[in-house]
């Protein structure tokens, strides 16, 4: 009897051991390796900032994949953009943004412009390797060169044509890009995830640069009946994809309105 309860404690710890979990445990150490100590702490810092968010205004769903599905949705109907009730913790996502923005991890979501020459030789070498005929090219989102400076910068009295050739500069330096190159994308294909979903995300991130929030919303809502939100590699794309622009702009905007 007692060789038999060990026999089943050693087949229990087996079991426990190759399970889905611990797989994806695994899997999050490895992207967190890779991605360093600083970035890991600050990106799951996001995703708690993220979980906060959801709590806040999705409490009304049973569990966490509902409120992310909700969230989703809300996106979808929104045309992508955030909606005017979401409730967000200034506080900490002012800190989260601070800290993103001094760890470089900014970088890995969106840059200016005017930083569009300082991407990383080795992961520029990555990119290239995974698919020869990519090409990096920073004007994905559109013809910077053409870029239409507002009216009202024009419309002046007394404006040079040289004063508006030095503002068209400026905000042609300041303007946001889609990072199309990311270490945190180069993180989850190394790992070589088990999920289907992060591995096609991450090949399809390493072959066009970036995804639009429509196709990848319509992915998600598609293969939810079989995903685990809850995954911390999922999460931390959420918070990539979405909740940080989405942060970022509802960060910006409140300090807009403190300053006025």
Not at 60 to 83: A, G
Not at 88 to 116: A, P, Q, V
Not at 137 to 149: A, D, Q, R, Y
Not at 222 to 234: A, G, K, M, T
Request: charged share 25%; with cysteine; proline share 1%.
């Amino acid at each position: 009897m007692t060789k038999k309860l060990i026999v089943l404690a050693i087949i229990f710890n087996v079991i426990i051991s190759c399970s889905p979990k611990d797989s994806k445990t695994i899997e999050y150490n490895k992207f967190n390796k890779l991605l360093g100590k600083e970035k890991a702490v600050i990106l799951k810092k996001a995703v708690d900032s993220f979980d906060e968010f959801l709590k806040m205004n999705f409490s009304n769903q049973t569990n966490y994949n509902q409120r992310v599905l909700e969230f989703l949705k809300q996106l979808s109907n929104n045309h992508y953009h955030h909606c005017d009730n979401w409730i967000y913790n200034f506080e900490s996502g002012k800190e989260i943004i601070d800290l993103f923005e001094k760890s470089g991890l900014r970088k890995e979501i969106w840059i200016y412009h005017s930083e569009s020459d300082e991407i990383d030789s080795e992961y520029q070498k990555y990119y290239d390797n995974y698919n020869d005929s990519l090409s990096f090219n920073i004007n994905t989102l559109g013809s910077i060169e053409n870029l239409k400076i507002p009216d009202e910068l024009v419309s002046e009295m007394n404006d040079s044509l040289l004063t508006v050739k030095l503002k068209q500069d400026s905000l042609i330096k300041t303007f946001k890009l889609a990072t199309t190159i990311s270490e945190i994308v180069i993180a989850l294909h190394k790992i070589k995830s088990s999920d289907s979903l992060l591995i096609n995300y991450a090949e399809t991130r390493l072959k066009f640069g970036s995804i639009t929030s429509s196709i990848l919303v319509k992915r998600l809502l598609e293969n939810s009946e079989r995903l685990d939100f809850n995954n911390p590699l999922i999460k931390s794309v959420l918070v990539i994809e979405f909740y940080y622009n989405h942060l970022n702009s509802e960060i910006e905007t409140y300090e807009n309105e403190q300053n006025t």
